[in-house]
Each structure stands twice: as structure tokens, then as C-alpha cells.
């Protein structure tokens, strides 16, 4: 049975935007506006997140929105809809394995990749990943990127 565990980065998604998401076989970077809650109350920009990871499995980009996503199957274990959360015992990725059982009958991807979920206003991203860096930057979007493309065109020239 999955179980949701909220992640503190210090910051969630910002409630109106949604990632801007860069792909190739292997690699994945994605940039969302971050926010933070102070003690004001009130959620204040924290600046560009950009995660991104060298070995991505697979990831999945859209329903539930923001109004649907309490309509998740993840809310039964315990999604809010609005933290950046990692699933553990992961259905995804144990449907992930049994689909590849033929071909690499031992292979245990619950060993080697996590399942993160990031909740957006239309959108939200699950990622299967086993090594999601982070950064947050107060660069604007289009250098960020243009530095995201440039990471994808160099991780892809070095495959080939």
C-alpha cells in the first residue's frame, strides 16, 4: 500500500503557474515559480525551482488540476493536492515492473527509483526518478531556460 510523504523544501509550487518541463530519453529539468508561506501569513515569492535528474524512468504531465485533485487515487494515501510529495511503495512503480517482466524478469525498479508528485494549477507532474537534484535561483524564466536547454542538449550529445 502507498503512503505519501510530504516534502519540506522550504517552498511549494506557486498556486497560479505551472512547470515549464524539458525532456530527453534519460534526463528530465523542470522550473516552476516557487512561494513560501512567512509569518505573515501570506505566500511570498521565493524565486525560479528548477529540479532536474540524469535518470528519469518515466513521468506523467496532467489530470488532475488543481480543482480536481482531490479526485487523485494518491489522496487515499494520504496527497493533498498541494505539497510536493515522494510515494512510497510506489503502484506506479511496481505496475512499471510487472509491465516489463518479460524482458528483465528481476528487475526491482522499487529499489533504484522513487515516485515524486508535484501539484500545479493545471497540472500535476509524477516523476520516477532515482536522483532529483534541486536548485532555486533568482534568475528570470528565460535564462533558466535557455540554461535548461542547454543542459538537455549536453546530456543528449553525451549519449551519442
Known amino acids: ?23 530527453d530519453v534519460n534526463n528530465l529539468v523542470f522550473c516552476f515559480l516557487a512561494v513560501a508561506q512567512k509569518k505573515d501569513g501570506y505566500f ?15 513521468y506523467k504531465s496532467g489530470y488532475p488540476n488543481d480543482e480536481a485533485s482531490l479526485c487523485s487515487p494518491l489522496v487515499d494515501y494520504g496527497f493533498d493536492g498541494y505539497n510536493i510529495s515522494k510515494v512510497k511503495e510506489s503502484d506506479w512503480i511496481k505496475e512499471v515492473e510487472y509491465q516489463n517482466r518479460k524482458k ?54 553525451r549519449r551519442n
Open 44 to 58: 511570498h515569492n521565493c524565486g525560479l525551482a528548477i529540479f532536474r535528474t540524469e535518470s528519469c524512468l518515466l
Open 1 to 23: 500500500m502507498a503512503i505519501i510523504e510530504v516534502l519540506d523544501f522550504g517552498f511549494i509550487p506557486e498556486s497560479v503557474t505551472d512547470p515549464f518541463i524539458m525532456s
Open 104 to 157: 528483465w524478469p528481476n528487475s526491482n525498479y522499487s529499489e533504484n527509483y522513487e515516485h515524486w508528485v508535484f501539484p500545479f494549477k493545471e497540472t500535476t507532474l509524477e516523476i520516477l526518478a532515482s536522483d532529483l537534484k534541486w536548485e532555486l535561483t533568482k534568475k528570470e524564466y528565460p535564462e533558466v531556460q535557455q540554461e535548461m536547454l542547454s543542459w538537455i542538449n549536453w546530456k543528449s550529445s
